[in-house]
């Protein structure tokens, strides 16, 4: 599955961002998705998934309730909505797939080449 991720940008902290991600090539609704990012000179962090009837959500504890992820199968997009963002969000941003499964944490435990990736999405916070 080919995987585009926008949404991304330069914004202030406390503001709100909307990430999408849209899928193609394979059947949607066959794909868990999920949301990382990586902010330089560290490692790729897990963030959110999504199973892939969209019925359950999982989260890193770290996103203190601030994220929400969400999926749109008739337009093939995945969402993250990001609210009150801090400089330390500041990463570039990746939409992620895996084969369909209801555990919804799987994508947060499997090893990162296990799964699709798309191009990432920059997003940087001011202070």
């Known amino acids: 599955v080919q995987l585009q991720a926008s949404g991304g940008g330069l914004v202030q902290a406390g503001a709100s961002l909307r990430l999408s991600c849209v899928a193609s090539?394979?059947?949607?609704?066959?794909?868990?998705m999920g949301w990382f990012r990586q902010a330089p000179g560290k490692e790729r962090e897990f963030l959110a998934t999504?199973?892939?009837?969209?019925?359950?959500?999982y989260y890193a504890d770290s996103l203190q309730d601030r994220f929400t992820i969400s999926r749109d199968n008739a337009k093939n997009t995945v969402y993250l909505q990001m609210a009150n963002l801090k400089p330390e969000d500041t990463a570039v941003y990746y939409c992620?797939?895996?084969?369909?499964?209801?555990?919804?944490?799987?994508?947060?435990?499997?090893?990162?080449?296990?799964?699709?990736w798309g191009q990432g999405t920059q997003v940087t916070v001011s202070s």
């Open positions: 090539g394979r059947t949607f609704s066959r794909y868990n």
């Open positions: 992620a797939a895996y084969e369909a499964t209801n555990d919804v944490k799987v994508m947060s435990r499997v090893p990162l080449f296990t799964l699709d």
């Open positions: 999504i199973t892939w009837s969209g019925s359950s959500t």
